[in-house]
């Protein structure tokens, strides 16, 4: 759906490219969300795949915080911009309204709806990084990627 947004724009088509990059971005908090499974209120049959899109970035910040706080603090400006990019670019578009978003505007939207994405994958092997399991299970395919993120220790020789 990115990839489409990003064709809609390239064309001029401002406001099919703000509705699809808000279809990506709801579609991507609804797998990061489960992927990490963040606590979402519960809802009987099919609500439970009817989810506001403010609902998923309080399930985003709720599931980090549980287990990835300095994470949740490295995305905090990310997951800020993109909560703005709805309601000032995606929702202007995506709703009857009397306003317009300028493409600059969705353009800046879908990169950071690049960017968030880009977090749950391995730069390495391009699978995703989800909390499944066991700590050891949490990883990607090849294991440089883990879930929460383990942080970078310096490793220091012996003196000798």
Request: with cysteine; proline share 7%.
């Given at each position: 759906?990115?990839?489409?947004a990003?064709e809609?724009?390239?064309?001029g088509?401002?406001?099919?490219a703000?509705?699809?990059?808000r279809?990506s971005?709801?579609?991507l908090?609804?797998?990061?969300c489960?992927g ?6 519960f ?5 439970n795949?009817?989810r ?5 970035f309080?399930?985003?910040r709720?599931g980090l915080?549980?287990h ?10 990310l ?15 995506a ?6 978003a300028a ?6 939207a879908?990169?950071?709806i ?10 390495s092997?391009g699978?995703r ?11 990607c395919k090849?294991?440089?990627g ?7 220790t310096e ?6």
């Open positions: 759906m990115l990839a489409k990003r809609c724009l390239k064309g088509d401002v406001t099919g703000a509705t699809k990059a279809r971005l709801e579609e908090l609804q797998e990061v489960q990490i499974g963040a606590p979402l209120p809802r009987r049959g099919a609500g795949d009817r506001e899109i403010g609902e998923l309080t399930g985003l709720r915080d549980k990835a706080k300095q994470m949740l603090g490295e995305l905090k400006p997951l800020v911009d993109l909560e703005a990019d709805v309601q000032t670019a995606l929702n202007v578009e709703h009857a309204s009397q306003g317009k493409a600059s505007e969705v353009d800046a879908l990169q950071r690049g960017k968030l994405d880009e977090v749950w994958s391995c730069p092997c699978t990084i989800w909390l499944v399991g066991t700590p050891q299970s949490a990883m090849c294991g440089k883990r879930y929460p993120p383990v942080p970078v490793t220091h020789p012996a003196d000798g």
